[in-house]
C-alpha cells in the first residue's frame, strides 16, 4: 500500500521517511493528524510495533484532547494459539498506551518537553516557547 500524498500531514516538508513508511500502512482516506513535534514519537512508536507485529495495520493516528491517539488492527495470521494472541494483543496495547501518555509531555509542534493544557475545552500539549499561542490555558496534570 502505497502512501498518497493525501495521507501525509500538511507540514510534510518536515517529514521524515520513518513518517513516510508510517503513512504507508495508513489505509486511504486516512491519514496522519499531529503535528510534527510527535513525529519522532511516531517513528518509535511503528519500529516497536513492527518488531512485535510486523503486518499490523494502522487504522488511524490522529491528536485528540491534546495527546496522540494511535489506532491499530493486528495481523495475527501467525500467531498460533489464542493465548498467544492475547498476550500479542495485550503487549501492543501496552506500548501504544505508553506512546500515547509520553505524547501528553511533548510539544506537539517542536517535540521539546511539554505540558497539556486546555482552554475553553480545546487541549493542546505545549512547551514554554509554543505555549503562548494558547494564552489563558489552564495546565492539566497528567500521570
Same mark, same amino acid.
Given at each position: 500500500?502505497?502512501?498518497?500524498?493525501?495521507?501525509?500531514?500538511?507540514?510534510?516538508?518536515? @517529514?521524515?521517511?520513518?513518517?513516510?513508511?508510517?503513512a504507508?500502512?495508513?489505509? !486511504?482516506?486516512?491519514?496522519?493528524?499531529?503535528?510534527s513535534?510527535?513525529? !519522532?514519537?511516531?517513528?518509535?512508536?511503528?519500529?516497536?510495533?513492527?518488531?512485535?507485529?510486523?503486518?499490523?495495520?494502522?487504522?488511524?493516528?490522529?491528536?485528540?484532547?491534546?495527546?496522540?491517539?494511535?489506532?491499530?488492527?493486528?495481523?495475527?495470521?501467525? @500467531?498460533?494459539?489464542?493465548? =498467544?494472541?492475547?498476550?500479542?494483543? =495485550?503487549?501492543?496495547?501496552? @506500548?501504544?498506551?505508553?506512546? =500515547?501518555?509520553?505524547?501528553?509531555?511533548?510539544?506537539?509542534?517542536?517535540?521539546a !518537553?511539554?505540558?497539556?493544557?486546555?482552554?475553553?475545552?480545546?487541549?493542546?500539549?505545549?512547551?514554554?516557547?509554543?505555549? !503562548?499561542?494558547?494564552?489563558?490555558? =489552564?495546565p492539566?496534570?497528567?500521570?
Amino acid at each position: 500500500m502505497l502512501a498518497t500524498l493525501a495521507q501525509l500531514p500538511s507540514d510534510a516538508a518536515t @517529514v521524515t521517511s520513518g513518517v513516510t513508511a508510517l503513512a504507508a500502512r495508513l489505509a !486511504p482516506p486516512q491519514r496522519i493528524e499531529c503535528q510534527s513535534g510527535w513525529y !519522532p514519537l511516531l517513528v518509535a512508536l511503528d519500529t516497536t510495533l513492527s518488531q512485535l507485529a510486523p503486518d499490523y495495520h494502522l487504522l488511524s493516528v490522529k491528536e485528540k484532547f491534546g495527546s496522540l491517539h494511535y489506532y491499530v488492527d493486528i495481523n495475527d495470521d501467525d @500467531v498460533r494459539s489464542p493465548q =498467544e494472541r492475547t498476550e500479542l494483543c =495485550e503487549c501492543v496495547s501496552a @506500548v501504544i498506551r505508553l506512546a =500515547e501518555r509520553r505524547s501528553a509531555r511533548l510539544c506537539e509542534i517542536c517535540g521539546a !518537553p511539554g505540558r497539556l493544557s486546555s482552554k475553553s475545552g480545546y487541549y493542546t500539549t505545549r512547551c514554554p516557547t509554543h505555549r !503562548p499561542l494558547t494564552r489563558g490555558s =489552564e495546565p492539566i496534570a497528567t500521570a
